[in-house]
């Protein structure tokens, strides 16, 4: 199993990125696939998830602190999932990373703890 998150950047405040994670060894619509994030000095926080419901429905959920500015999606042509980042602010750089959870043990979506795969972290800086 290998989750690859890419992406990352330097953009301005008010900018946009996009980062992808790639995955690798599982399948998408059996995992909840989560982003998140670690500023220096503080604790990594949960950003978004998205599990598959069926037939063409996907399911996201959004921390408050991302709601309306980050958007998570899957890509319909490859194995990797989107985090859509909008209206950036100097406080969201960090480190973005993203993880698989099993869906049949996750609770909370937002608790590193329930996520079984990790990838590796892309760094975003936004610069005020």
């Known amino acids: 199993v290998q989750l690859q998150a890419s992406g990352g950047g330097l953009e301005q405040t008010g900018g946009s990125l996009r980062l992808s994670c790639a995955v690798m060894g599982l399948s998408l619509e059996n995992w909840y696939i989560g982003w998140f994030r670690q500023a220096p000095g503080k604790k990594r926080e949960g950003l978004s998830c998205?599990?598959?419901?069926?037939?063409?429905?996907?399911?996201?959920t959004y921390a408050d602190s991302v709601k309306g500015r980050f958007t998570i999606s899957r890509d319909n042509t490859s194995d990797t999932i989107h985090l859509e980042m909008r209206s950036l602010k100097p406080e969201d750089t960090a480190v973005y990373y993203c993880?698989?959870?099993?869906?049949?043990?996750?609770?909370?979506?937002?608790?590193?703890?329930?996520?079984?795969?990790w990838g590796q972290g892309t760094l975003v800086t936004v610069s005020s």
């Open positions: 993880a698989a959870a099993n869906p049949w043990t996750i609770v909370k979506k937002f608790e590193e703890y329930e996520y079984e795969y």
């Open positions: 998205i599990t598959y419901e069926g037939g063409s429905t996907w399911s996201a």
